[in-house]
């Protein structure tokens, strides 16, 4: 299992903080939170992604006990 964790307007559009899914790669893992939120794969793919604490491409494999982090994208000025 994969700890899915979500950070800023994620968190708020979700209704929830984390979740777990059996999945191989942050891809899935876009599929899996599109399925049990009805929010668009594509918005989660605007995300940044961080693998146990690290920055991660979206072509990052996952392994199991592995934890990803989604921060919504964020603009300033």
Same mark, same amino acid.
């Given at each position: 299992?994969?700890? /899915?964790?979500?950070?800023? &307007? *994620?968190? *708020? #559009?979700? +209704?929830?903080?984390? &979740?777990? %899914?059996?999945? &191989?790669? !942050? #891809?899935? %893992?876009?599929?899996? *939170?599109?399925? /049990? &939120?009805? !929010? @668009? %794969?594509?918005?989660?793919k605007k995300c940044i992604v961080a693998l146990n604490?690290? @920055?991660? #491409?979206? $072509? %990052? ?6 934890? !990803?982090? *989604?921060?919504?994208? $964020?603009? +300033?000025?």
């Open positions: 299992m994969v700890k /899915i964790k979500l950070f800023g &307007t *994620l968190r *708020l #559009k979700t +209704g929830f903080k984390e &979740t777990e %899914a059996d999945i &191989t790669s !942050i #891809k899935e %893992a876009w599929s899996v *939170l599109s399925e /049990i &939120t009805d !929010i @668009p %794969a594509r918005e989660f604490g690290k @920055p991660c #491409k979206a $072509s %990052a494999k996952l392994s199991d006990g592995d934890e !990803i982090t *989604l921060f919504s994208p $964020s603009g +300033g000025g």
